[in-house]
């Protein structure tokens, strides 16, 4: 294994649930070897602007039930240039810094991949909601973002049977549209609209008014926002068949909140990961969970492909709607 003192850690984009207990698991895994972790505040900005702090273990004390990131995070523009990237680099080596571990998603693996381009020995943990990048079976933060909508549908459903009203709930998703649609299964939506999957609003109106003429009392909708927005949906539902519907966007709620069991377990078993595969000298990959065992993926491989809802799923979606 390759000798490493020091190791640099940031979290970037936006923020997952999961990624405290990731750090922390980080943090313990590194101790374990007697390696240090240089934090760097914001992401890629707290790394521009050299804004770090050497971990110890009060700061990652009593981290693993909260959301967020207690490293802070931000999108940072002036990391996509030449000129920010070396700056970068050399707030790196002036730390002292044998590696670094990027946690988010894909936008912030580009900034990793730019960095290990440049030398540094560096790997990705993936974290976002919308579960959206190859080479992981689950992201960071998707388990509890989908627990999260799943509370919202069930209680809008009580009054959604009291009232006897179509509701639509938009949730998250603007290229991806497993949280609707893994959301729309759990929870017994009638209909669910992901951008991977054209649809005819006629088609759902004339199905949803045989449900009233059935004796079916209420209907729920689930939008993802890169499908269409819930006004659009209720606007053409009501302009196609006069249904009258509510709407609830659900915004960002759906990233906030303590860790499931399942997120808190994935980052734990990821953060570890990342330093061991540092230590094996891995570099420009990410750590993922594929079939529960945790590999690797090289950053140009998980840019090149594209994660795909597979289709038993969406007709399964389909089915259970009726």
């Given at each position: 294994?390759?000798?490493?003192n020091k190791?640099?850690?940031?979290?970037?984009?936006?923020?997952?649930?999961?990624?405290?207990?990731?750090?922390?698991?980080?943090?313990?895994e590194?101790?374990?070897?007697?390696?240090?972790?240089?934090?760097?505040k914001r992401?890629?900005?707290?790394?521009?602007?050299?804004?770090?702090?050497?971990m110890t273990?009060?700061?990652?004390s009593?981290?693993?039930?909260?959301?967020?990131t207690?490293?802070?995070?931000?999108?940072?523009?002036?990391?996509?240039?030449?000129?920010g990237?070396?700056?970068?680099?050399?707030?790196?080596?002036?730390n002292?810094?044998?590696?670094?571990?990027?946690i988010g998603?894909?936008?912030?693996?580009?900034?990793?991949?730019?960095?290990?381009?440049?030398?540094?020995?560096?790997?990705?943990?993936?974290?976002?909601?919308?579960?959206?990048i190859?080479?992981?079976?689950?992201?960071?933060?998707?388990?509890?973002?989908m627990?999260?909508?799943?509370d919202?549908v069930?209680?809008i459903?009580?009054t959604?049977?009291?009232?006897e009203?179509?509701?639509?709930?938009e949730t998250?998703?603007r290229?991806?549209?497993y949280?609707?649609?893994?959301?729309g299964?759990?929870?017994?939506?009638?209909?669910?609209l992901?951008?991977?999957v054209?649809?005819?609003?006629?088609?759902?109106?004339?199905?949803?008014?045989?449900?009233?003429?059935?004796?079916?009392?209420?209907?729920?909708?689930i939008?993802?926002?890169?499908?269409?927005t819930?006004?659009?949906?209720s606007?053409?539902?009501?302009?196609?068949?006069?249904?009258?519907?509510?709407?609830?966007?659900l915004?960002?709620f759906?990233?906030?909140?303590?860790?499931?069991?399942?997120?808190?377990?994935?980052?734990s078993?990821?953060?570890?990961a990342?330093?061991?595969?540092?230590?094996?000298?891995?570099?420009?990959?990410m750590?993922?969970?594929?079939?529960?065992?945790?590999?690797?993926?090289?950053f140009?491989?998980?840019?090149?492909?594209?994660k795909?809802?597979?289709p038993?799923?969406i007709?399964?979606?389909?089915?259970?709607?009726?």
């Amino acid at each position: 294994m390759a000798k490493i003192n020091k190791i640099g850690l940031l979290t970037s984009g936006g923020d997952s649930p999961g990624m405290n207990p990731c750090i922390r698991a980080i943090f313990h895994e590194a101790e374990n070897h007697g390696i240090q972790i240089v934090a760097f505040k914001r992401g890629f900005a707290g790394l521009l602007d050299n804004d770090c702090f050497v971990m110890t273990s009060n700061d990652v004390s009593g981290i693993i039930q909260k959301g967020g990131t207690i490293l802070l995070t931000a999108r940072c523009e002036d990391f996509k240039y030449d000129e920010g990237q070396k700056e970068g680099v050399k707030h790196l080596i002036e730390n002292g810094c044998d590696g670094l571990i990027v946690i988010g998603g894909d936008g912030s693996f580009r900034g990793a991949r730019d960095i290990a381009d440049r030398g540094v020995r560096v790997i990705g943990i993936p974290a976002t909601i919308d579960n959206d990048i190859y080479g992981t079976d689950m992201a960071l933060g998707t388990d509890t973002a989908m627990n999260n909508i799943i509370d919202v549908v069930d209680k809008i459903k009580d009054t959604a049977s009291s009232h006897e009203r179509t509701f639509i709930i938009e949730t998250m998703g603007r290229g991806s549209g497993y949280l609707a649609l893994m959301s729309g299964i759990a929870t017994g939506a009638e209909a669910v609209l992901i951008p991977e999957v054209k649809f005819d609003l006629e088609k759902i109106a004339a199905r949803l008014k045989k449900r009233y003429e059935l004796g079916k009392i209420s209907n729920i909708i689930i939008v993802a926002e890169g499908a269409a927005t819930a006004y659009f949906t209720s606007r053409q539902l009501s302009k196609i068949a006069g249904i009258v519907s509510k709407i609830t966007v659900l915004g960002h709620f759906q990233r906030g909140g303590s860790p499931s069991a399942f997120d808190r377990i994935l980052g734990s078993r990821l953060g570890s990961a990342a330093v061991l595969k540092l230590m094996e000298n891995k570099s420009s990959c990410m750590v993922g969970l594929v079939e529960n065992k945790i590999k690797t993926s090289p950053f140009d491989t998980v840019f090149d492909n594209k994660k795909e809802l597979g289709p038993k799923l969406i007709k399964l979606a389909e089915v259970l709607g009726r």
